[in-house]
C-alpha cells in the first residue's frame, strides 16, 4: 500500500451487507490483499488506521476480480459488523449504509458493467480534491460467489 497509510496499518473484515448472512474470506498475499465470498456470503474490509486527507486530490486503486463490480468507499466513520443493511418491507428490500459510516466522502465502483465475463483487472481513479481530516477506506462486495484482488492503494497529494 502507498501513499498516506502508516506504517501499522492493519484490516479488519466483514459482512458487506445484512442481506446475506455469511462472511467470506480476506487473506493477506505478499503483493495483494485476496478477498472472496461463496454462495450466500459477502465480505468487505476497511482499514484499520484512518487516512489524513489534507492534502489529498485523488485515491487510485487497482483490483481484479470475478464478480461484476467491487465497492471503493471512504467514510469519517469506522463500522464493524456490516456496511450495508438490508430491510424487507412487504416484497420490497431497503437498502441503508451502516450510520456508523458517518459521512460518506466517496462511494464508487471498481469492475466491469455486465455480470458475465472473465476475470477483470482494473486500475481507477477516483476525485477526493478539497477534503480535510481523517477518514477510512473500505473495500468490499455485495454480489455472492466472487472473489477480488486489492494490488494497490494510492492516495494522491
Not at 489534507?54 to 464493524?80: H, N, P, Q, W
Not at 450510520?99 to 466491469?112: H, K, Q, V
Not at 455480470?115 to 473500505?138: C, E, H, I, P, R
Request: charge should be positive.
Amino acid at each position: 500500500m502507498y501513499g498516506t497509510f502508516y506504517g501499522n496499518q492493519g484490516i479488519t473484515s466483514m459482512r458487506y451487507t445484512t442481506y446475506r448472512q455469511g462472511t467470506g474470506k480476506v487473506s493477506l498475499s505478499k503483493d495483494h490483499i485476496a478477498a472472496s465470498a461463496g454462495s450466500g456470503e459477502t465480505i468487505a474490509y476497511v482499514f484499520d488506521l484512518p487516512i489524513r486527507l489534507d492534502g489529498v486530490k485523488s485515491l487510485t486503486v487497482e483490483m481484479s476480480g470475478t464478480g461484476k463490480t467491487a465497492k471503493v468507499l471512504v467514510c469519517r466513520g469506522r463500522a464493524t459488523g456490516y456496511i450495508e443493511m438490508v430491510t424487507q418491507s412487504g416484497s420490497s428490500l431497503k437498502y441503508e449504509y451502516n450510520p456508523a459510516l458517518g459521512d460518506i466522502l466517496l462511494d464508487g465502483t471498481i469492475g466491469r458493467s455486465s455480470a458475465s465475463g472473465d476475470v477483470w483487472n482494473q486500475q481507477k481513479t477516483f476525485g477526493l480534491s478539497g477534503l480535510t481530516g481523517n477518514a477510512y477506506l473500505y473495500i468490499g462486495a455485495s454480489s455472492p460467489a466472487f472473489s477480488f484482488d486489492l494490488y494497490f492503494s494510492k492516495f494522491n497529494t
